[in-house]
Nanobody, 116 residues
Framework: QVQLVESGGGLVQPGGSLRLSCAAS????????MSWYRQAPRKQRELVAT???????TYADSVKGRFTISRDNAKNTVSLQMNSLEPEDTAVYYC??????????WGQGTQVTVTS
């Protein structure tokens, strides 16, 4: 059973930064996309950013220019650098790995709270 473990969440003031990381409990072969999702209270889970195996990235409009996703294929890890955080970024953040066989792996989530 593969588990994804996120780290790096916490409490930060508006304008601050956090870096989230996600690692698999063991090597997972055939990972195509690595993504970060988030879910705020009373809202649906939304896609924040995706990085393909090639390194191509896509972002939600709400985070473009503030968040940067990166990955290490050798280590099966993905990170999300979050700058200029806003209260609207408050959510539980989940990492996701999707394989070429369309198998999804999810982390347990890490809380990010942006408040003054």
């Amino acid at each position: 059973q593969v588990q994804l473990v996120e780290s790096g969440g916490g409490l930060v003031q508006p304008g601050g930064s956090l870096r989230l990381s996600c690692a698999a409990s063991r090597i997972v072969f055939g990972i195509n996309d690595m993504s970060w999702y988030r879910q705020a209270p009373r809202k649906q889970r939304e896609l924040v950013a995706t990085i393909e195996r090639s390194g191509t990235t896509t972002y939600a409009d709400s985070v473009k220019g503030r968040f940067t996703i990166s990955r290490d294929n050798a280590k099966n890890t993905v990170s999300l650098q979050m700058n200029s955080l806003e209260p609207e970024d408050t959510a539980v953040y989940y990492c996701n790995f999707r394989t070429s066989g369309l198998v999804d792996y999810w982390g347990q989530g890490t809380q990010v709270t942006v408040t003054s």
